[in-house]
């Protein structure tokens, strides 16, 4: 007798595993008390920076609006 495949309840929700990750995180942060809850509130920005490569050599680092 085989069971049924596992599946993961966030792939089930129709959720990316990413997805799921930062709604978790998300959830965990805004159920902090203060100070805890400001200092993990700062973590949860972050930014990309992008470099253009000409020649084998690494450009300038620009920050990026959107991926």
């Given amino acids: 007798m085989n ?3 596992a599946t ?4 089930i929700a129709g959720l990316s595993y990413l997805q799921y ?4 995180a998300g959830s ?3 159920a902090l008390k203060e100070p805890a809850k400001r200092k993990a ?3 949860d920005k972050y930014y990309y920076k992008k470099s253009t490569w000409t020649a084998g050599e690494m450009g300038p ?6 991926l």
């Fill in 21 to 24: 990750v930062n709604k978790a």
């Fill in 28 to 30: 965990i942060r805004s």
């Fill in 41 to 43: 509130m700062a973590q």
């Fill in 61 to 66: 680092k620009t920050e990026c609006g959107a």
């Fill in 8 to 11: 993961t309840f966030w792939r």
């Fill in 3 to 5: 069971p049924a495949p």
